[in-house]
């Protein structure tokens, strides 16, 4: 899993909603959800962001490893 994804899932649970609450909450839909927290590589940043912002964070640009 990457940092995001761990992120995501970890800010989630400790707001105590589960993955439909959240999907409702911030408007993306359940698969994307889940696909974001199981680190898929192929996904929107723009929608990474979405979900990110529900927890007053956002993904920019940095060299990796950093």
């Known amino acids: ?3 995001i994804s761990e992120y995501i899932k970890k800010s989630r649970k ?3 909603l ?3 609450e959240f999907a409702l909450r911030s ?7 889940r ?3 199981q680190g898929k590589e192929t996904v929107r940043m723009d929608k990474v962001n979405t979900a990110l912002s ?4 956002e ?6 490893g950093e």
């Open 54 to 57: 529900m927890f007053g964070m």
């Open 35 to 37: 696909d974001l927290e």
């Open 14 to 16: 400790e707001a105590g």
């Open 27 to 33: 408007g993306l839909g359940l698969r994307f959800i």
């Open 1 to 3: 899993m990457n940092p």
């Open 59 to 64: 993904a920019i640009p940095g060299r990796k």
């Open 18 to 20: 589960t993955q439909e």
